[in-house]
């Protein structure tokens, strides 16, 4: 099982549109989440940090639930300019190691 | 813009061949992580710097091995270059587990033929 599920997409939605993706870890001892955002053929970079309190900004909400472990992120009114890859991100720890590991990330396409 | 920045940004290796990939850190960080994209896929993880020591690895071979020198930057080389190594290699600059404060590279991308 991968430590970090998450649905691979496409989202195909039109402009206005709400959408909503999902994600799964299996590292209860993670501490740390994220939703990051990825252009194609470039570097991902930190869409938002994801609180249990739950976090906003501006059109976007992220989510945490600790005891399903599961994370979310609505985009509410899309916009052309959110089509990008949206990865999920927690972090891991492994002896001395924190680390980020990554979703597959999830593929939003949105339409005019 | 970040102050991460990667060379080369696009490379071609030939089977068998091997690779140093670089990657400058921000001020300030102690901190490089390297992760490998491949097509379709999040980022996997292949090992960490910290104060230029190896501070933990993924689940790759040792022919994936690195360096971080004194002013944190660092190196990945790949030896014995295979084709499924064609890939987006990432490095991320950051402060020890900060991770909010993170930054990651432009990336190099590598072509194994």
């Known amino acids: 099982r991968k430590e970090v599920e998450q649905d691979p997409g496409p989202f195909n939605v039109p402009e206005g549109a709400t959408v909503a993706f999902n994600c799964t870890y299996s590292?209860?001892?993670?501490?740390?989440f994220f939703w990051y955002r990825q252009d194609c053929r470039k570097e991902p970079k930190l869409l938002m940090s994801?609180?249990?309190s739950g976090n906003e900004d501006g059109r976007f909400t992220a989510q945490l639930n600790r005891a399903s472990q599961y994370i979310s992120l609505l985009i509410r009114d899309s916009k052309l300019s959110d089509s990008a890859t949206y990865l999920c991100?927690?972090?891991?720890?492994?002896?001395?190691?924190?680390?980020?590991?990554f979703g597959t990330g999830t593929l939003l396409a949105v339409q005019p | 813009e970040t102050g991460v920045t990667q060379s080369p940004t696009h490379l071609i290796k030939t089977r068998g061949q091997q690779v140093t990939l670089r990657c400058s850190s921000q001020?300030?960080?102690?901190?490089v992580s390297w992760y490998q994209q491949a097509l379709g896929q999040g980022p996997q993880f292949i090992f960490q710097?910290?104060?230029?020591?190896?501070?933990g690895r993924g689940n790759f071979p040792p022919r994936f091995s690195g360096l971080q020198f004194p002013n944190y930057s660092s190196e990945l080389n790949v030896n014995a270059l295979e084709l499924d190594d064609s890939a987006l290699y990432l490095c991320?600059?950051?402060?020890?587990?900060?991770?909010?404060?993170?930054?990651f590279g432009q990336g190099t991308r590598l072509t194994v033929v």
């Open positions: 991320a600059s950051s402060l020890g587990d900060r991770w909010t404060e993170a930054f």
């Open positions: 590292n209860s001892a993670s501490q740390s």
């Open positions: 994801v609180y249990s």
């Open positions: 991100v927690v972090n891991s720890y492994g002896g001395a190691t924190n680390k980020l590991i």
């Open positions: 001020s300030g960080h102690n901190t």
């Open positions: 710097y910290y104060r230029e020591e190896e501070n």
